[in-house]
C-alpha cells in the first residue's frame, strides 16, 4: 500500500480544498514522491486544476465504481511528472445515488483500490463539499483526514458535525482513521477578521492547526485556469511558498490520534 492514503474533506464548499489537493499533490511530487491524485468530486475540479479537459477523461472514478473499467485503465498520466489522476465528471454524481443500495456501500472505495495503491508514496483524495457516500467512502478508506479551513466568520460552522462524522467512522468503519490536521487557507494579512478567525480556530482545535497558514493570493485563483498548480504555475508566489511549506509540515509531522 501507499505510504499514506489522504482525504482531503470539507462538506463546506469554497474553503480551497481542491487547490489545496492539487498543490499538496505537486508539492509531494516535486519532492520526488509518486503521488495518486483522486477526483472524487463530481464537479471534476482537481482534473480540470491539472489541464485534463472533459474529451481527455475518457475512463473516470465513476467507471471504476460502476466496475466498467480495470484500476489501470481509470489512473492515467496528469502531465505533472510524478502524479498519476483518477479523474471525474458530472457522472460520479450518480453514484451517490446507486451507492446508497449497494451492499457494504461504505466499503467501495477500499475494494476497488485494496493492493493497487503500492507503487504509490502518497494518495489524496479531493472529497466533494458534502458528507455524502463518496466523502464517507473516501474517509473509510483512508488513513488520514485534512480539513481546510477558510478564515472567515463562519470559519468552524459545520466543522463541529465534521468531527462528529470522523468519530463516528472510527468507532464503526475505520478505527484507524487519524486527523491529520486542520490547514487554514485564504489568510488576508490585511484583514484583522482573518487573524480574529486564526485566533479562534487555534484557541478552540489547539495543535491540530498546522502552524503553515495559505494566504489569498491571486496567483493561487489564477493557476487552475492554466491546467496547472500554484507551486507549478508561478513557484515563488506567496501562495505557492506556504504550499510547500504545509506540504513539508505535513512529511514531517506526527499523525494526530483520535
Known amino acids: 500500500m501507499a505510504k ?123 472529497c466533494p463539499p458534502s458528507l455524502g457516500f463518496l466523502t464517507i467512502n473516501a474517509m473509510t478508506f483512508a488513513d488520514s483526514l485534512l480539513v481546510p479551513i477558510q478564515c472567515e466568520f463562519y470559519a468552524l460552522e459545520g466543522l463541529k458535525h465534521l468531527l462528529e462524522t470522523y468519530k463516528n467512522i472510527t468507532r464503526s468503519l475505520n478505527p484507524n482513521l487519524t486527523l491529520k490536521g486542520i490547514v487554514l487557507t485564504m489568510h488576508d494579512k490585511r484583514n484583522n477578521l482573518s487573524s480574529l478567525v486564526e485566533e479562534d480556530v487555534r484557541e478552540c482545535l489547539g495543535n491540530k492547526v498546522f502552524i503553515t497558514v495559505i494566504p489569498r493570493n491571486v496567483r493561487v485563483s489564477e493557476s487552475p485556469s492554466h491546467g496547472m498548480p500554484v507551486v507549478i504555475y508561478d513557484k515563488y508566489c506567496s501562495g505557492a511558498q506556504a504550499y510547500r511549506m504545509l506540504a513539508q509540515e505535513i512529511i514531517g509531522s506526527e499523525v494526530y490520534v483520535h
Open 4 to 126: 499514506e492514503i489522504i482525504a482531503l474533506v470539507n462538506q463546506k464548499g469554497g474553503v480551497g480544498k481542491t487547490t489545496t489537493a492539487c498543490n499538496l499533490a505537486a508539492s509531494f511530487a516535486l519532492q520526488g514522491n509518486k503521488v495518486l491524485l483522486i477526483d472524487g468530486d463530481p464537479q471534476g475540479n482537481a482534473s480540470t486544476g491539472f489541464g485534463v479537459s472533459t474529451k481527455d477523461r475518457k475512463t473516470t472514478l465513476y467507471d471504476l465504481i460502476s466496475n466498467k473499467c480495470a484500476f489501470e485503465d481509470a489512473v492515467q498520466f496528469s502531465g505533472t511528472e510524478n502524479i498519476d489522476i483518477i479523474t471525474s465528471t458530472v457522472d460520479l454524481a450518480a453514484a451517490e445515488v446507486e451507492l446508497v443500495g449497494h451492499e457494504n456501500a461504505q466499503f467501495v472505495y477500499k475494494n476497488i483500490f485494496r493492493n493497487k495503491l503500492g507503487s504509490y508514496d502518497y494518495v489524496i483524495i479531493d
